[in-house]
């Protein structure tokens, strides 16, 4: 089947760096994701990961290691709007491909 | 703006009464995905339709059903409805190409009283 960790979660400071770190398990796999998630809104996309290695876009990069079944997301500058959570996605192969998403990681900035 | 769109934003009912959410696709995709996400809770992939066809089944009660129409709309039927149905439901659309990316309509907050 297919499985996903992530921290429930972390607090970091306006400014800084922070690294939310995701394990998964999976057969077949064919991508993952990152999506943002404010408090009562729709999860939006922010990137993806098929092949190893890094992919930045801005203030945020996502890393991927296949032979690890592990990615991070990493923010930089943090600013107090990234406050929300961030669900790690993977696409794998149980039957047909499907995406299952964790459970998210909740993020708070603090001044 | 993801391009998907919901109706209702908003919903509240009453304990076993029977309620339809509506969503349409991005233009140009033909998988549509249904989940609901209660109170700091993950998202629950419920059903997914792939041009008219039910592709892949999650965690989807019998009380509720979807369907996708031949214009790629789609609409969740929730039935008998309880209290723990209160949450938010969201529609998804995903890509054509290889990567499947899902974008999410801003979603339906169903309340049951």
């Known amino acids: 089947g297919q499985n996903i960790d992530q921290p429930t979660e972390m607090t970091a400071t306006e400014g800084a760096i922070v690294q939310i770190n995701c394990t998964y398990q999976?057969?077949?796999?064919?991508?993952l994701f990152w999506y943002q998630q404010h408090a009562g809104e729709a999860p939006t996309f922010l990137s993806y990961?098929?092949?190893?290695g890094l992919e930045e876009k801005g203030r945020f990069s996502s890393f991927l290691s296949r032979s690890k079944g592990y990615s991070y997301l990493l923010l930089k500058e943090l600013q107090m709007k990234d406050s929300a959570s961030y669900l790690c996605?993977?696409?794998?192969?149980?039957?047909?491909?499907?995406?299952?998403f964790g459970a998210g990681t909740r993020l708070f900035v603090k001044a | 703006d993801s391009g998907v769109t919901q109706t209702p934003k908003h919903l509240i009912t009453a304990t076993g009464q029977r309620v339809t959410l509506r969503c349409s696709p991005r233009?140009?995709?033909?998988?549509v995905y249904w989940y609901q996400q209660s109170l700091d809770q993950g998202l629950q992939f419920l059903i997914q339709?792939?041009?008219?066809?039910?592709?892949a089944k999650g965690n989807i009660l019998e009380r509720f059903s979807a369907q996708q129409f031949p214009d790629l709309h789609s609409e969740l039927n929730l039935s008998s409805l309880e209290l723990g149905d209160s949450a938010l439901y969201f529609c998804?659309?995903?890509?054509?190409?290889?990567?499947?990316?899902?974008?999410f309509g801003p979603g339906t907050r169903l309340t049951v009283l």
């Open positions: 998804a659309s995903s890509t054509r190409d290889s990567t499947d990316t899902q974008y």
């Open positions: 999976t057969s077949g796999f064919n991508g």
């Open positions: 990961n098929v092949l190893d």
């Open positions: 996605a993977v696409r794998g192969r149980t039957g047909g491909f499907k995406t299952i």
């Open positions: 233009s140009g995709d033909l998988s």
């Open positions: 339709y792939y041009n008219g066809e039910e592709r």
